[in-house]
């Protein structure tokens, strides 16, 4: 059996597709009844992580923002002790409402819905920030260490990362989605972080793109896989060393410490090394 990249596969179904919808927008309108007095299910939200970057399969949790007013964040940063963590409490008991059955917790940074069908969706209150170009970031609590704020740009990586998808006719999001398809039915008991495989695929697929119809394929000693575990092995002294990388679009560092040695065992399996 092949491990290597697949045109189009590993795509989520339509079955599935519905479902996250549905929960997307009941969870949307929970919240924005909470925190806005509104019963919109539509705004202050938005799909992030390997969903939102189109990268995900069907094993992936699904990672949605929930833009909360400003007078929040005033509130809980003013707020004594770890006022990260009673804002997390606070939107886990706004979902709580709609779905009083179901196991919800906060976990660090994130609101933890956990499905009885084994879905898991992870939710990121955060607050919308523009400079005076128009760029938007987002400023979200984590409830770890105390609490404090932090700082991410998911629009511009879902950009970066459309827009190489589109130039590589599908081959980045196949790649993507490849690696967590070995990662998930190979290594499972291993960590590797979704977006550090998009910032190494972002970063190494270099000209390599799936062949328009007609074309003829080029006399390259070395497969795609092959070139990727390559381009790996020179970054990291075959996987000796973390190296830097910053998230694709928003330049985030991203952190590679964990991660690194199971990326390293399947890019080797997938290239049949």
């Known amino acids: 059996m092949t491990l290597r990249v697949q045109k189009r596969e590993n795509s989520i179904d339509r079955d ?3 479902t996250i919808s549905n929960r997307y927008h009941e969870i949307t309108k929970a919240v924005n009844r909470e925190f806005r007095s509104s019963t ?10 390997s969903y939102g ?6 094993t992936s949790d699904i990672d949605i923002l929930l833009e909360l007013p400003e007078s929040e964040y005033k509130r809980y940063d003013m707020a004594r002790g770890n006022g990260q963590s009673r804002l997390i409490q606070a939107v886990k008991n706004a979902v709580l409402t709609h779905y009083p059955s179901t196991n919800i917790h906060g976990d660090g940074q994130v609101v933890v819905v956990t499905f009885s069908d084994g879905m898991k969706i992870e939710l990121l209150p955060a607050f919308k920030n523009q400079n005076y170009w128009g760029t938007v970031s987002y400023t979200y609590p984590d409830a770890n260490m105390g609490g404090n704020w932090k700082s991410t ?8 990362m459309r827009q190489k998808n589109a130039t590589s006719n599908g081959l980045l999001f196949d790649t993507c ?4 398809y070995v990662r998930d039915n190979y290594y499972s008991s291993y960590h590797l972080s979704g977006i550090v495989i998009d910032t190494f695929v972002y970063d ?3 000209s390599w793109r799936w062949l328009n119809e007609g074309e003829e394929h ?4 070395e497969t795609y896989e092959e070139s990727l575990l390559k381009r790996f092995n020179n970054i990291t002294l075959n996987g000796n060393i ?3 990388w910053h998230a694709p679009g928003s330049g985030m560092t991203v952190n590679t410490t964990n991660s690194i040695e199971t990326l390293h065992k399947v890019l080797k399996k997938m290239s049949g090394d």
């Not at 998911?154 to 970066?160: I, L, Y």
């Not at 080029?218 to 000693?221: A, C």
């Open 218 to 221: 080029s006399h390259n000693p």
């Open 242 to 244: 973390a190296p830097n």
């Open 177 to 180: 989605k490849q690696i967590r």
């Open 204 to 206: 190494n697929i270099g």
């Open 40 to 49: 919109s299910d539509t705004m202050y939200s938005l799909y992030v992580g």
């Open 53 to 58: 970057r189109g990268t995900a399969i069907d």
């Open 16 to 18: 599935t597709r519905a």
């Open 153 to 160: 740009n998911p629009k511009a990586e879902q950009d970066a």
